[in-house]
């Protein structure tokens, strides 16, 4: 391996540093844009203007062919402007699952693994005698030579009984539905909550691709009607003048869960405001924003058990204490036999994550 060596240039490092904290604010403007670069760096000169983040040795211009080199944005068709990337896409992932998983404590979070042992991709130390049915790749060849060389001496004669194997960890296979509502009230009174449910939904998309390949995760987004969206058009999605049809993403979640063959399937519901929707039976979508209207609320409450008997465990995470909705989340939760939390949007990522991962600790 050949080594070059070039004179340190503090500047260069001082840069660089600068170039890490700006791109920090942009991925966050990012999301807040729905994924439109030249709109998040128009934020970020608005921005600039107040704290000073660019000047002669550090302008925007710099940092847009920066970000070019990098890979995270590419030239438009016309040539004209910057969109994102896939690359940028996959940073956007990954920093949401940094930024969630730092503000994490130690211990909190688990990996996916069982108390006991049983059919799974980790090899334990420990080996057991081989059984009919046991893998061969898993046959421990220094264990069994030396049984069979306590047995047989040095002719070394193997028999079954020699034969051990390794134990693997256990784990489950999980499917799992983030809804996630998109009610106009999700960024309501100055207020951004669809921001941190983006970066949650980004997070668990990263976790699950590169260290639990087996799971399967979809997004169901909930407004006035309910609708999947891919994996990778999540930094595009955002809110609208939509009521909350807490029902239909639901009824979405439950079938697109039941076509998967995974022992254990669950939902977990981001949402901030009460049910205010209906989908009824000839398609038209009734609606009433005032209050808690007893019949959304009855059909809302039906889906939840509903949900409970196909074994399908609804978690809620509700962004706001309000004593009226505390009272339909509790009897939501109740019904299905699931979880509820009322956490603050900054607060989100942390509970969502920690929930996921111990759930997935036991099998159902």
């Not at 009521?243 to 939902?267: A, D, F, M, Y």
């Not at 939760?333 to 990522?349: I, V």
Request: glycine share 8%.
């Amino acid at each position: 391996m050949r080594a070059r060596y070039v004179a340190f240039d503090p500047r260069d490092r001082a840069l660089d540093e600068r170039h890490r904290h700006v791109k920090d604010v942009y991925q966050h403007l990012l999301l807040m844009a729905n994924g439109e670069v030249e709109r998040a760096l128009e934020w970020l000169e608005r921005i600039d203007r107040r704290h000073g983040f660019f000047d002669d040795a550090f302008t925007l211009d710099d940092f847009r062919r920066r970000l070019e080199r990098e890979g995270l944005v590419e030239r438009t068709r016309g040539g004209a402007g910057l969109r994102l990337s896939t690359g940028g896409e996959i940073r956007l992932r990954r920093d949401a699952l940094e930024r969630i998983f730092s503000s994490l404590a130690r211990g909190d979070a688990g990996d996916h693994r069982t108390a006991g042992t049983g059919p799974g991709h980790e090899r334990l130390s420990e080996t057991r005698p081989w059984t009919f049915g046991d893998d061969p790749s898993e046959i421990c060849a220094r264990t069994t030579l030396r049984n069979a060389m306590r047995r047989s001496g040095p002719d070394l004669e193997l028999r079954e009984e020699d034969f051990e194997v390794f134990e693997t960890e256990a784990r489950t296979a999980c499917a799992t539905v983030i809804a996630i509502d998109v009610s106009h009230s999700m960024t309501l009174y100055g207020e951004d909550r669809i921001t941190p449910a983006k970066q949650v939904a980004l997070a668990l998309v990263e976790l699950i691709r590169t260290r639990f390949p087996r799971d399967d995760l979809q997004v169901v987004l909930f407004g006035d009607d309910a609708v999947e969206v891919p994996l990778d058009r999540i930094p595009y999605v955002g809110n609208g003048p939509y009521h909350t049809n807490t029902r239909e993403g639901l009824r979405l979640s439950s079938r697109l869960l039941l076509r998967r063959r995974h022992p254990n399937r669950q939902v977990f519901m981001i949402t901030d405001g009460k049910p205010s929707a209906l989908t009824e039976d000839d398609g038209t979508i009734y609606k009433n924003p005032f209050g808690l209207d007893d019949r959304v609320v009855n059909k809302t409450v039906e889906e939840a058990a509903a949900l409970r008997r196909r074994g399908i465990v609804v978690t809620t995470f509700m962004l706001t204490d309000d004593p009226t909705l505390v009272r339909f989340v509790e009897e939501f939760t109740r019904t299905n036999r699931g979880r509820a939390y009322y956490a603050s949007a900054d607060r989100l990522g942390s509970f969502l994550l920690v929930d996921y991962l111990r759930n997935r600790r036991r099998s159902v």
